[in-house]
Each structure stands twice: as structure tokens, then as C-alpha cells.
């Protein structure tokens, strides 16, 4: 088995807006550094945008891209580098895992009410848990996560 905890969110009361920066502020509050892995640049741009302004009394301390560096406490990257040397990796929007040395956990969120994310999740599940990582299933339950596997 290798060390990294891989974590799946099927997203399904509530969207990628809503869940990532609550998980991400949990990933501080451990002293964990996060590093969030989208598809695309114009996705990382969006995200950067939108963990400035979720929230009316907060923000998220972030850099994005080539401007992401070792003293961000989260990083959004559309590739595999890992400029902050991020504990936690998180992987929205399908991006793809890439390597997994040096990271305690990644987690792969994705929205259960689309087919096409769901069908990629599968396919990332039966990948890591062949490739010997152990992987956990979180669901959205009227509480708040369920684990499910």
C-alpha cells in the first residue's frame, strides 16, 4: 500500500462552489498546505476568482499558476506541479492524478449528477485502487458526509 489517503466526495446537495472551501479551510485548520488540480487554466482562473469572494467575511489565502509558490497555503495549478508543497491534493473537474509521492491525501471531487463525471471518477477509483492506493467514498447525505465505501 502506498501512504497517501485517496479520498472521493461524490457531490450531490450541493456544487464544487459550495464544498471546496470548506474542505480547503479544513486542510488549514490541520496545518496542511492544499494544492487544487483543475483541467484547464481557464478553470484555475475561476476558481482563483471565486476563493477570493465566496464568502462576504473571508477569503482564502491562494495563488494560482505561475504565481503559486512555496509560501501558499493553497495553490490551483492545471498541471502536475506542486509549487507549495501541498500535503492535499485536491482533484475537481476530472483533472487527473498524476504522481502521488509526498502528498498524506488526495481527494477527488466530483458531481454525481453528471454522467460523464461520474463515469470518470469510476475509472480514477479502479486506477488508484489497482495501483494500491487505499481509497475512500464520501457521499452527500441530508447531514453532511457519509462515508459509503
Known amino acids: 500500500m502506498t501512504s497517501c489517503e485517496v479520498w472521493f466526495y461524490h457531490l450531490e446537495r450541493q456544487g464544487l462552489d459550495q464544498v471546496l472551501p470548506t474542505l480547503l479551510e479544513r486542510t ?3 496545518g496542511w498546505k492544499a494544492l487544487v488540480r483543475a483541467p484547464s487554466g481557464d478553470r484555475v482562473e475561476y ?3 471565486w476563493l477570493w469572494s465566496y464568502r462576504d467575511d473571508s477569503f482564502l489565502p491562494h495563488a494560482a499558476g ?25 482533484l475537481v473537474d476530472g483533472a487527473e492524478p ?19 463525471a ?19 467514498y464520501w ?11
Open 98 to 116: 498524476g504522481a502521488l509521492d509526498g502528498y498524506a491525501r488526495c481527494s477527488v471531487i466530483f458531481d454525481g449528477r453528471d454522467e460523464a
Open 28 to 30: 488549514l485548520q490541520k
Open 47 to 49: 476558481l482563483d476568482g
Open 66 to 90: 505561475a504565481h503559486a509558490g512555496e509560501a501558499d497555503p493553497v495553490a490551483l495549478v492545471a498541471d502536475e506541479a506542486n509549487p507549495n508543497r501541498a500535503e492535499a491534493l485536491f
Open 118 to 136: 461520474l463515469q470518470v471518477a469510476r475509472a480514477q477509483w479502479r486506477k488508484l485502487k489497482d495501483a494500491g492506493f487505499s481509497a475512500v
Open 139 to 149: 457521499r452527500q447525505g441530508q447531514g453532511g458526509w457519509e462515508k459509503a465505501a
